[in-house]
Nanobody, 121 residues
Framework: VQLQASGGGLVRAGGSLRLSCAGS????????MGWFRQAPGKEREFVAR????????NYADSVKGRFTISRDNAKNTVELQMNSLKPEDTAVYYC???????????????WGQGTQVTVSS
């Protein structure tokens, strides 16, 4: 599976962005998908995840109620709708695919290249 993340950019605090992750390959819909982020000088952290079926989602406490993860297996895409953005959401955001249902980045098998999100105050 190859993943391509897009949709990042510069936005003011309180604004919204929608990230997209396009997957290649016929097995995309067999994988659980996650979004992670990494800010400068910090470790990569979990943001959200969604089951292969789309039937279950989880979020980091820091984004709960503001971010929504979704997927369209017919289009091989996963999206992250980010609302009420804060300066502390500034990071490079990565999408990832894996067989495991995990919060941990090392449990994911495939990664996109990352897209920069910058939130100004």
């Amino acid at each position: 599976v190859q993943l391509q993340a897009s949709g990042g950019g510069l936005v003011r605090a309180g604004g919204s962005l929608r990230l997209s992750c396009a997957g290649s390959g016929r097995t995309f819909n067999r994988y659980n998908m996650g979004w992670f982020r990494q800010a400068p000088g910090k470790e990569r952290e979990f943001v959200a995840r969604i089951r292969w079926s789309g039937g279950s989602t989880n979020y980091a406490d820091s984004v709960k109620g503001r971010f929504t993860i979704s997927r369209d297996n017919a289009k091989n895409t996963v999206e992250l709708q980010m609302n009420s953005l804060k300066p502390e959401d500034t990071a490079v955001y990565y999408c990832a695919a894996g067989s495991a249902w995990s919060y941990y980045s090392d449990q994911y098998d495939y990664w996109g290249q990352g897209t920069q999100v910058t939130v100004s105050s």
